[in-house]
């Protein structure tokens, strides 16, 4: 079977923990927890007939505080950039963490997630707007561990960027 | 020179120098295909040896053709593939048999040896009270190391590459057990930097109560081994030792990993040689050893004696049997176990001997066994039971031989009548002769009768009534006849004949019946049970004499008695 690390980055309480639990166990919890250090989770995905095992490692939240272990990105073959769609510095922290990334990992594939569109009546962030800063190499997605909503589309588009990319 | 002809004279020049070889390329040609299949047949093997060395790609190309050619195979004749694997097929199951029977064995083992000893209530105290499975204080005290499970993973992204489990052991999810690893490894060299050298700033062991994480490190991989116990050095030797084995057999693999972990899939042995372990020597105490040979002693010493008393058991018992069956009166038919009790059946004479008392000389407790005999009458007792049953007054000889019963002597009427039911009556009689025996009654009553036949009672001249004196004498003879008779059950009859001298009446006919008929009556008012008058005369005999005559006769010897 096919093994991939992956990284989810972000600031703190982007829903990086959330959208992994949504992921994994199909679960939402409306209750903050703040992630110390490093969680793993495991998911299976069935692409294209060939199971793809995607062992995610969900790294602690990044601020002035918490600086991201560099240690923890070696080896992965790729990375979900999460933001916080009411929060528009988060996207900014998002766009360092990944060149951070490919500091580490060099040019791998990396998705950026705009969190929590259940909460759009509170959002400061246009996604089109985010699709134009510089370096952006795929269009954002919209994603909600509240509802699911694009949670499992943006795992998978990251599994097939990986695989296609052969990286 | 025209152009033609200089065209031609090129030509022919060519033909000369290049014919030959020409007629080689045109025979090629012709010869193509079947040449490249002969020449591909010749490097063949060459080419298959230089491709596998270089990469798998071979194995790929071919795996799918011979997969379906032994498919093919199995389907069209399974009996070539089976002839074919056969030789493998026996170590393959012996192996796989050794291997579950070696654990299930181990099992089996530890639970006997722990199951009920002072240790193990210990043992099972300390479950208790730390709340820890008894199997797990078991495992830990009886092991002084194990190495459960081992992990490879792939040093720079934290991915499995394969793993290790020791038998009986909880498999873990490889993926999460060897990223954290990973991720521990990396925090710990991220957080705590005590030496200057990366290298040796790597995590090398986790201690957990009771269990440790061994790690050793190559270039390119990792090795974790959970050990439970204290393992020695020598371990994490043998860890090093694999994970040198896996880089320089895998070294290229290990470099170009790209998430699959196929190729890994060979270094299990490497793995499964670090699983070791060592088990806790059981120390037998020197008073165990010293008390063990004198216990196996006294041990030995009861079966011996336990079997000499079940032997003698046995022997009496069959001894018991044997008197049993030997006593008179005694048919044993069966013994049979019942509620752990013998009970032996049969038949058995009344007058035989107690079954207790028979059984009491031959050791065997009579307590023990319950006797199920029914009554019967056997030849061995039967002169007593007749002597018994007869109860022969004094006088009176009994013999019985070969089933018949004599009598002799002398016995009154009622007893020989009663003898005669009784020895005709039993079991085993065939005959019973009294010939010889005397019937006292009888010949008393005879003795009378003849003292009385022939009486003559005498009258006074003219008269018709006896004299007192005849009276007298005549009534005690009747009565005691009568006594007599009524012991023989006899009936005795008496005939009166009544006379009168000539002088005496001129009918003398006439006073001889009135004599007659006044004995008659004097006998008659006596109320005598077993004398009747058997006959009245009144005519007297022409013997000139005037008399009155009895004549007294026994009726019959086989007459009732009348009814009382």
Redesign the interface.
């Known amino acids: 079977m096919i093994r991939k690390k992956i990284c989810l980055l972000g600031a703190f309480s982007v829903g990086k923990t959330s959208l992994v639990q949504r992921l994994v166990h199909s679960i939402f919890s409306e209750r903050y927890q703040t992630t110390v250090g490093v969680r793993i989770e495991k998911k299976t995905l069935m692409l294209d007939g060939n199971d793809v095992s995607l062992v995610i490692w969900d790294l602690q939240g990044e601020d002035e505080f918490q600086k991201l272990r560099e240690s923890y990105l070696r080896g992965s073959s790729g990375a979900l950039l999460v933001a916080d769609g009411t929060r528009p510095h988060t996207v900014d922290i998002a766009i360092l963490l990944r060149d951070r990334l490919r500091d580490v990992c060099g040019n791998v594939p990396a998705e950026l997630l705009i969190n929590k569109a259940d909460l759009t009546d509170e959002w400061a962030v246009d996604p089109r707007a985010v699709a134009a800063l510089d370096g952006a190499d795929s269009e954002p997605i919209v994603t909600s561990a509240k509802t699911g909503a694009g949670v499992e589309g943006a795992f998978e588009s990251l599994a097939r960027r990986i695989l296609g990319g052969g990286a | 020179m025209p152009r033609a002809a200089a065209e031609r004279e090129i030509d022919e020049l060519r033909r000369l120098l290049l014919q030959g070889e020409r007629e080689r390329i045109a025979a090629l040609e012709e010869r193509k295909l079947e040449v490249s299949s002969r020449d591909v047949s010749d490097v063949l093997p060459e080419a298959v040896l230089m491709r596998a060395a270089d990469d798998e790609q071979l194995s790929r190309a071919l795996a799918p053709t011979i997969e379906a050619g032994i498919e093919t195979s199995a389907r069209k004749n399974p009996q070539v593939l089976a002839d074919a694997i056969f030789p493998v097929l026996g170590p393959a199951i012996r192996k796989a048999i050794q291997a579950a029977l070696a654990a299930a064995v181990e099992g089996v083992n530890t639970a006997l040896e722990n199951s009920l000893s002072i240790q193990s209530l210990k043992w099972r105290w300390e479950a208790r009270r730390s709340g820890r499975p008894f199997s797990e204080i078991v495992l830990v005290k009886n092991l002084v190391y194990r190495v459960e499970h081992v992990f490879l993973f ?7 590459l394969a793993q290790a489990v020791a038998p009986a052991v909880a498999t873990q ?1 490889a ?2 057990v060897a ?2 690893f990973t ?1 521990i490894s ?2 710990v ?2 957080s705590i930097h005590l030496v200057e050298d990366e290298e040796d700033s790597e995590l090398q062991q986790i201690t957990i109560s009771g269990a440790r994480v061994m790690i050793v490190r190559g270039p390119h991989a990792v090795l974790a081994g959970v050990v439970r116990g204290n393992p020695p050095t020598s371990v994490r030797l043998v860890m090093q030792r694999a994970i040198e084995a896996v880089h320089l057999e895998r070294g290229e693999d290990l470099v170009r990993f ?4 196929t190729p890994f899939r060979a270094t299990l042995p490497h793995l499964e040689s670090c699983l070791q372990e060592q088990r806790r020597q059981r120390k037998r105490s020197p008073v165990f050893l010293a008390v063990m040979p004198v216990a196996i002693v006294v041990l030995a010493l009861l079966g011996v004696w336990w079997g000499v008393q079940a032997h003698r058991r046995s022997q009496a018992w069959d001894a018991a049997l044997e008197a049993l069956r030997a006593a008179p009166g005694y048919q044993v038919f069966g013994v049979r176990e019942e509620d752990s009790e013998r009970v032996v059946s049969g038949l058995r004479d009344s007058f035989a001997a107690a079954p207790e008392d028979v059984l009491l000389p031959t050791g065997v407790d009579p307590d023990t066994v319950r006797f199920d005999f029914d009554t019967y009458e056997s030849r061995e007792f039967l002169e007593r039971r007749v002597r018994e049953r007869l109860a022969a007054p004094e006088g009176v000889g009994v013999d019985v031989e070969d089933g018949v019963v004599t009598v002799t002597g002398a016995a009154p009427t009622a007893w020989i009548d009663h003898a005669d039911r009784i020895a005709l009556g039993t079991a085993g009689v065939g005959r019973f002769d009294r010939s010889e025996l005397v019937d006292s009654d009888f010949a008393r009553m005879q003795g009378r009768v003849e003292a009385l036949d022939g009486r003559v009672i005498l009258f006074a001249a003219g008269s018709a009534a006896p004299t007192v004196g005849d009276r007298a004498e005549l009534e005690g003879r009747l009565r005691d006849i009568d006594e007599a008779a009524s012991s023989a059950r006899r009936i005795v009859s008496v005939t009166i004949r009544g006379g009168a001298r000539s002088d005496e009446s001129p009918d003398g006919e006439g006073l001889g019946a009135e004599r007659a008929a006044a004995v008659q009556r004097f006998v008659y008012d006596l109320r005598l049970e077993s004398v009747v008058l058997q006959w009245l005369s009144g005519g007297g005999e022409s013997t000139g004499r005037f008399e009155t005559r009895l004549d007294v006769r026994i009726l019959s010897s086989v007459m009732e008695a009348p009814a009382r």
């Open positions: 792939h040093r720079e992204t934290g991915l499995p999810d993926d999460l990223t954290m991720a990396n925090w060299r991220d790209d998430g699959d972990d």
